[in-house]
């Protein structure tokens, strides 16, 4: 990597493991790479080299987000959940740490070796998946509730969001010619099209689908769409009974039990938005309040999110947060959908970059419609770690 110092590159690369194996190493790397960026701010000339993008409305919906805690029945506490708006400075020191084209693509393309490595170990986990954990800490972990894939993640849902991000993020080079496109590509993508299945998480599946239609249009390529059907005819012909075809049939069921007390939790929602509209309840306060709220016939009667993240947002930060949550990724594709439009159709590799960065934002704000995929610091990361390189495209092409 041309654009970053030794212990940068090394720094990075835990970060990459991290975010593929373990939420506390890529918190532990991302923290020295703030350091690193924070330490380089002492020179003048690398201060004038550094760019800012989305500054602003990240900068007001940490202010909405605070504000939202001052306000909240328990400051404390919500203060204390709001060490999460810390995640989004990956976001920052990757655009000034990834040098350029070729820092971003490296970054990318190892992450998702890393992501396909543990997409084949969910394939596994699933298939072979014993009646009771085995014994042994790394044993025990893996094959425990390991009916849906989950890899080295605590949940299913965390593994099915870092696959949609990738997958899509990933997509362009699959559809690449040689040499852009390695002989490993399109399996590592297939493995992990099928781990994403194995994950049997609906709104996933729903965000990735959008999201390679999206990707579609950017390239106007309908190859996207044959990629992505062939992939999941080939995990009908794998798995056509079973959970698989249970959770496929419940998309179109009005009475599937789990589709009706989402809808429970998104009433119960709005109704805590309406007796706290401007600022909400404040961030990680939804458990406490939810009891009070939640209807007769709920099945659970106190959770800590509302399986939507817009809603999630509204109620924890008020129209105050959504309203600059919103500006965020408005802000993000109106810029990043710039760069691809002045990157001439000869530059593959940069289109692919931004092209797949920005499918794979539009398929994690599509899943978060059914889940708070933006709680779950993992899925969080690697879309902050995506939605950089853009930007890091854009330097590279100004010098």
Request: aromatic share 12%.
């Amino acid at each position: 990597m041309s654009g970053a110092r030794p212990l940068q590159r090394w720094v990075l690369a835990l970060f990459l493991v991290g975010l593929a194996l373990s939420i506390t190493l890529s918190q532990l790397a991302l923290a020295l790479l703030v350091l690193f960026w924070l330490f380089r701010l002492r020179d003048a000339q690398a201060r004038a080299a550094m760019t800012f993008p989305l500054a602003a409305p990240f900068l007001a919906f940490v202010a909405a987000s605070l504000l939202a805690a001052l306000r909240s029945g328990d400051v404390g506490n919500s203060l204390l959940h709001s060490k999460a708006l810390l995640l989004g400075l990956a976001f920052f020191a990757l655009v000034n740490t990834l040098g350029g084209r070729d820092d971003a693509d490296w970054f990318l393309s190892r992450f998702f070796l890393l992501i396909a490595a543990v997409s084949l170990l969910s394939l596994a986990q699933v298939s072979f998946c014993p009646q009771e954990p085995w014994s042994g800490p790394l044993l025990s972990r893996l094959t425990r509730k390991c009916f849906r894939a989950r890899g080295f993640y605590s949940i299913y849902m965390t593994l099915a969001g870092v696959l949609t991000l990738t997958l899509l993020a990933f997509l362009p080079r699959v559809l690449a010619r040689p040499p852009d496109r390695r002989w490993w590509t399109a399996p590592a993508w297939v493995v992990s099209g099928l781990a994403l299945v194995l994950t049997y998480t609906r709104g996933a599946w729903f965000g990735f689908l959008v999201g390679a239609a999206s990707l579609s249009l950017l390239l106007r390529r309908a190859a996207v769409l044959g990629v992505v059907g062939g992939v999941l005819v080939l995990a009908l012909l794998l798995f056509q009974a079973g959970t698989l075809e249970d959770r496929l049939r419940s998309l179109v069921d009005p009475a599937d039990p789990t589709l009706r007390e989402r809808f429970r939790m998104w009433e119960t929602g709005l109704a805590m938005v309406r007796d706290h509209p401007l600022t909400g309840v404040g961030m990680g306060q939804v458990k406490r309040v939810f009891p009070r709220y939640a209807r007769p016939d709920a099945i659970k009667k106190t959770t800590s999110h509302v399986h939507n993240t817009p809603l999630q947002i509204l109620v924890e930060r008020g129209l105050l947060g959504l309203a600059a949550w919103l500006w965020i990724w408005v802000a993000f594709f109106v810029h990043a959908f710039r760069i691809l439009r002045r990157i001439g159709v000869d530059r593959q590799r940069e289109r692919a970059l931004v092209a797949g960065s920005l499918a794979a934002i539009v398929g994690f704000l599509v899943a978060g419609l059914s889940e708070f995929n933006f709680g779950d610091a993992e899925v969080v990361l690697v879309a902050y770690a995506l939605m950089a390189l853009p930007f890091v495209v854009e330097r590279s092409a100004a010098r």
